[in-house]
């Protein structure tokens, strides 16, 4: 059976976001082994997947999106990616995620299957992650990345 283009992509994806899995957290890094936060998890993958990153993302604090206003993580990926409803994510999607209903998405990761995603968070390494209610109930947008 042959793959879609789509099918090829996420199977792209979750080999190149594997390979990341045990990089430590370091903040606005984006390097494959040495650090990475979960915005850089999305560049590293996408640099491995298409060469080059879409746009610089420019220096950013730890509490950019309470600071910012807009929902700069989201409308980004609207700009790159194709959005699907939250029901419909599948293995290789890019997850984002919001602490509160009223703030804007925060937190990165790509679902693994459909329990669990790899992610970079503060404090560990690259990991994956039982996608657990906690986490579910706040995803706030999930994308497929271009083929």
């Not at 890094?29 to 993958?45: E, N, P, T």
């Not at 925060?106 to 657990?132: N, P």
């Amino acid at each position: 059976m042959t793959m879609t283009g789509e099918q090829e992509t996420a199977r792209r994806v979750l080999e190149a976001a594997t390979g990341w899995i045990g990089t430590p957290y370091r903040h606005q890094a984006s390097q494959k082994g040495v650090g990475c936060d979960c915005l850089g998890l999305v560049r590293g993958i996408w640099r491995e997947l298409y060469g080059r990153e879409p746009e610089a993302p420019g220096p950013y604090a730890p509490d950019w999106a309470e600071a910012g206003g807009g929902d700069p993580l989201a409308e980004a990926a609207r700009r790159h990616c194709r959005e699907r409803p939250v029901v419909a994510a599948r293995p290789g999607d890019l997850i984002l995620f919001r602490w509160r209903p009223h703030l804007p998405a925060k937190h990165a990761g790509i679902l693994y299957d459909a329990r669990r995603f790899i992610h970079a968070y503060e404090g560990h390494a690259v990991t994956i992650s039982a996608l657990v209610p906690q986490w579910r109930r706040r995803i706030a947008a999930v994308f497929a990345f271009p083929d």
